[in-house]
């Protein structure tokens, strides 16, 4: 089992920028990857970002492309979200999300059934 933490919202202006952290716990030896998805009042949760552990390899959905930056510490398993830039439109709680080495099929980063455990996320809310 993994448990995620996630820290570092808050309230910041239009133009501002924030960082969030998600700290993984547990069997963390056995994770893939780690995701970031938010969710809007009134919203589906949608795709933000998201991070192999061995590769490397890094995905961004095309609304977040040039302001937003996700990076790992292997050593302290921890992923990392720098969000520049922020409009109002980014408004939402996020969440961090990890794939466990043992979950089968291929890899989409943006499908939520592809991830096997989720924090309890963290409201950004960035005003106009």
């Known amino acids: 089992q993994v448990q995620l933490v996630e820290s570092g919202g808050g309230l910041v202006q239009a133009g501002g920028s924030l960082r969030l952290s998600c700290a993984a716990s547990?069997?963390?030896?056995?994770?893939?990857?780690m995701g970031w998805f938010r969710q809007a009042p009134g919203k589906e949760r949608e795709f933000v970002a998201a991070?192999?552990?061995?590769?490397?390899?890094?995905y961004y959905a095309d609304s977040v492309k040039g302001r937003f930056t996700i990076s790992r510490d292997n050593a302290k398993n921890t992923v990392y979200l720098q969000m520049n830039s922020l409009k109002p439109e980014d408004t939402a709680v996020y969440y961090c999300a990890c794939r466990d080495r043992a979950h089968s099929g291929p890899y989409y980063p943006q499908f939520t059934y592809d991830y096997d455990y989720w924090g309890k996320g963290t409201l950004v809310t960035v005003s106009s």
């Open positions: 547990g069997r963390t030896f056995s994770n893939y990857a």
């Open positions: 991070i192999t552990w061995s590769g490397g390899n890094i």
